[in-house]
């Protein structure tokens, strides 16, 4: 079965109520990065082309609704309007910003528009009920329009009222970037041609146990790096120094060995530091011969050689998780190596999900060499782990 997508809708004169992500960097006012308002624009103007009302939500930063104080500063740091303002520099139409969330005003605006044109409203999160998916403020928003569409990948992982509550009571539909979202992701995660590997990093073993646990299952190899590949090693009775590890994973990382160990590729070498730092003394150390005081901050060369012969011959590969400390340059050498080494391979599909993978791929000047990298961190680890993601399951199917 597949889930209904904007094109399955009449649109035509209706108002349509599109959950985007417009969650961008905004200091002083100021919008630092577009991205997030430029992806959603194909939604955006294809309903727009169509002739129906457009009537935008978006969550921007998050809102403290305990202490007052918190509440206006945390409101005025994270207003909608400098986002709207942009939208209006990138569209042909008229965009009208309401700053409420709900009442006369917004109401007013929604009964006086014409087709083809956008409203835009205040921030989802100065509603203490958006996060609670409170159904009273579903209601409400719902009555604004007559169908809903959700777009906003990075956001339907959580069940809010503007992700999921409304979608609950209209007629609904995937957006255009969702709907790719989720084909590029289905194809790697649920439909992937063989051989299919999957590596592993990122800090902590606590984060993605679920992810390890669906691809050891799944795949035909996970390779494991990072700092969680540490607490595997103390699992194999292995000295790991001051590197990151969870005493209380130990077990749970002796449980994958013995289960999978013919699936599991681990690094052999490591560049280890005395501090976090990269002004420290540094080298490279054997899996052997980390000293108790150094702790490892990126893989080494010849777990970068290890990891290339597992990856030989993939077809489908799934990346989550940077090799080491990628912020610092001594310590990103592993992860550009392996964004290097997945990026040429010949005929593979490769899907990048996760933030901060995202981010040192795209940094590092790899964002055409992947099939797919995903926009959603949390969404597309929650992918990653088979789980049903709730803004997506609650959409009608076609
Ligand atoms: P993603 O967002 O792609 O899912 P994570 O958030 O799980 O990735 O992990 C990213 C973080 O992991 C980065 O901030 C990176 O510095 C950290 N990290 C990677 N390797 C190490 C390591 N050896 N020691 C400490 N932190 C590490
Ligand atoms: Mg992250």
Redesign the pocket.
């Known amino acids: 079965m597949a889930k209904k997508t904007v094109k399955d809708l009449n649109v035509s004169g209706k108002r349509v109520i599109v959950r985007v992500d417009f969650n961008v960097p905004i200091k002083d006012g100021v919008i630092k990065d577009d991205n997030r308002i430029v992806q959603a624009l194909p939604t955006i103007n294809y309903l727009v082309d169509e002739g129906a009302k457009v009537i935008l939500l978006s969550h921007l930063g998050k809102v403290d609704h305990k202490d007052p104080e918190k509440t206006a500063s945390d409101k005025k740091k994270n207003n909608m309007a400098p986002v709207a303002a942009r939208l209006a520099e990138l569209v042909k139409v008229p965009v009208k910003f309401v700053d409420e969330t709900r009442g006369a005003e917004l109401e007013k605006a929604v009964s006086e528009m014409k087709n083809s044109e956008i409203v835009v409203l205040q921030n989802t999160r100065y509603e203490k009920g958006e996060s609670k998916n409170d159904p009273e403020l579903s209601k409400y928003w719902a009555s604004l329009g007559d169908l809903f569409v959700t777009d906003a990948f990075g956001s339907v992982h959580r069940a809010h009222s503007s992700t999921v509550g409304i979608a609950e009571i209209l007629p609904s539909a995937l957006g255009f970037l969702v709907e790719k979202e989720v084909t590029m992701l289905s194809k790697a995660v649920h439909n992937p041609e063989r051989p299919f590997v999957a590596i592993l990093?990122?800090?902590?073993v606590s984060?993605?146990i679920n992810v390890i646990e669906n691809l050891l299952n799944t795949a035909d190899k996970v390779i494991i790096?990072?700092?969680m590949?540490?607490t595997f090693l103390k699992a194999q009775g292995k000295e790991i120094g001051t590197?990151?590890c969870e005493d209380d994973k130990i077990e749970m990382a002796k449980d994958f060995l013995s289960k999978a160990s013919d699936k599991l590729v681990l690094p052999v070498d490591f560049r280890v530091a005395k501090e976090?730092s990269e002004e420290c003394d540094n080298y490279i150390a054997d899996e052997n011969s980390i000293p108790s005081d150094y702790?490892?901050?990126?893989i080494g060369p010849k777990s970068v050689e290890l990891f290339k012969n597992a990856l030989q011959g993939a077809k489908t590969v799934v990346w989550?998780?940077?090799?080491?400390?990628?912020?610092m340059k001594t310590?990103a050498v592993g992860t550009i190596e392996v964004c290097k080494a997945i990026s040429s391979l010949p005929g593979a599909y490769t899907v990048i999900?996760?933030?901060?993978?995202?981010?040192?791929a795209i940094e590092n000047g790899f964002q055409d060499d992947f099939s797919h990298i995903s926009t959603g961190?949390g969404a597309s680890?929650e992918f990653m782990e088979g789980k049903e993601l709730p803004g997506i399951a609650v959409i009608q199917e076609k």
């Open positions: 990093g990122g800090a902590k984060d993605k790096g990072g700092g590949a540490y590197s990151l976090f702790m490892g901050l990126d989550n998780g940077p090799m080491g400390v990628f912020e310590y999900g996760g933030g901060d993978s995202a981010r040192a961190g680890l």
